[in-house]
């Protein structure tokens, strides 16, 4: 069983400032992991992704995310927040060799509200 | 546009109705997923179908009922639902390894 822990439910932050929003992870296989970001009265969309390769990936929208195998954690980064990034994040894990039932299954953490203030 | 589309967005309807929603995606995902978003909880899996067939059922109420006629194609049935089964709805499809890819979700409100 794998589990997705968001340790900030709500962040507040002023614009240009940076943020980081954290998440931590249990797995006892190997995980491929991502952010989802969720604006008001809208469905949630996929921030980035880490499946394997480098581990910093970052997103079209300047946020970047690092795998940290060995603290198991996948925290969210951005060097200067925009209004526009108030939204709810998601971090969640699946597992990396999934087949059968667990096809693709994802874990979600409970989500960070990140509010921006001018 | 996501490439998943849910009907309808929002729903109002009265503890004795039936209702269904709708999920529809053409991305080519063999795996299609039900979850329940409500207000300070976290997202909670409700149905999981992979190639048609559900895999998984996370001892949902009777009152919801799942349908899959074909890959890109998912519904839930609803009837006799209580007031705290207002929620948003969303609906996800999947390949392996790319995580989900949700529709813009169903805002339900039973009254």
């Known amino acids: 069983a794998q589990s997705v822990t968001q340790l900030d439910s709500q962040v507040p932050v002023f614009e240009e400032a940076p943020v980081e929003l954290r998440c931590n992870y249990s797995?006892?296989?190997?995980?491929?992991l991502f952010w989802y970001v969720q604006y008001p009265n809208q469905g949630l969309q996929l921030l980035l992704k880490y499946l394997s390769g480098s581990t910093l990936v970052e997103s079209i929208n300047g946020f970047e995310a690092e795998f940290n195998k060995s603290q198991t954690s996948f925290h969210l980064r951005k060097p200067s927040v925009h209004i526009s990034d108030t939204a709810e994040y998601f971090c969640a894990v699946t597992d990396a060799n999934a087949g059968g039932t667990s096809y693709g299954k994802l874990t979600f953490g409970q989500g960070t509200i990140l509010t921006v203030h001018p | 546009e996501t490439g998943v589309t849910q009907t309808p967005r929002h729903l109002v309807m009265g503890m004795t109705n039936k209702k269904s929603l709708k999920c529809e995606q053409h991305?080519?995902?063999?795996?299609m997923y039900w979850y329940k978003q409500s207000a300070k909880k976290p997202l909670e899996l409700m149905f999981v179908?992979?190639?048609?067939?559900?895999?998984e059922n996370n001892s949902v109420p009777s009152r919801f009922s799942p349908e899959c006629p074909n890959s890109s194609h998912l519904f839930l049935h609803l009837h006799t639902l209580q007031p705290e089964d207002s929620a948003l709805y969303l609906c996800a499809s999947s390949q392996v390894g790319y995580g989900y890819t949700f529709g813009s979700g169903t805002r339900l409100t039973v009254v």
């Open positions: 797995s006892s296989v190997s995980v491929y």
């Open positions: 179908y992979n190639f048609k067939e559900q895999t």
């Open positions: 991305l080519g995902h063999n795996a």
